[in-house]
């Protein structure tokens, strides 16, 4: 069993910066991959990022070059830092995880506001 504890979200203006963060707790050897989803009302969930327990990262095409994911094994904790934020990248963020035995855990969720 993993929790997933998510913080960072807020309300930011276009072109400004927010950084995520999400700490994993329980299980944390069975991790395989951790990511980022994102959800605004009326679009479908999209994968913004991922990382591999190899540190394999994956981006979204509408993030890359303005998103980073990272990871901080001794924390057990990965981020999420957003730079020039566009007001399309209003949505609830969700850390998520994967473990080996093909489980997926979900974050409580934490809402981005891009606004002017």
């Known amino acids: 069993q993993v929790q997933l504890v998510e913080s960072g979200g807020g309300l930011v203006q276009p072109g400004g910066s927010l950084r995520l963060s999400c700490a994993a707790s329980?299980?944390?050897?069975?991790?395989?991959?951790m990511g980022w989803y994102r959800q605004a009302p009326g679009k479908e969930r999209e994968l913004v990022a991922s990382i591999t327990s190899g540190s394999r990262i994956n981006y979204s095409d509408s993030v890359k070059g303005r998103f980073t994911i990272s990871r901080d094994n001794a924390k057990n904790t990965v981020y999420l830092q957003m730079n020039s934020l566009k007001p399309e990248d209003t949505a609830v963020y969700y850390c998520?995880?994967?473990?080996?035995?093909?489980?997926?855990?979900w974050g409580q969720g934490t809402q981005v506001t891009v606004s002017s």
């Open positions: 998520t995880s994967s473990t080996f035995a093909m489980h997926d855990y």
């Open positions: 329980g299980s944390i050897v069975s991790i395989a991959s």
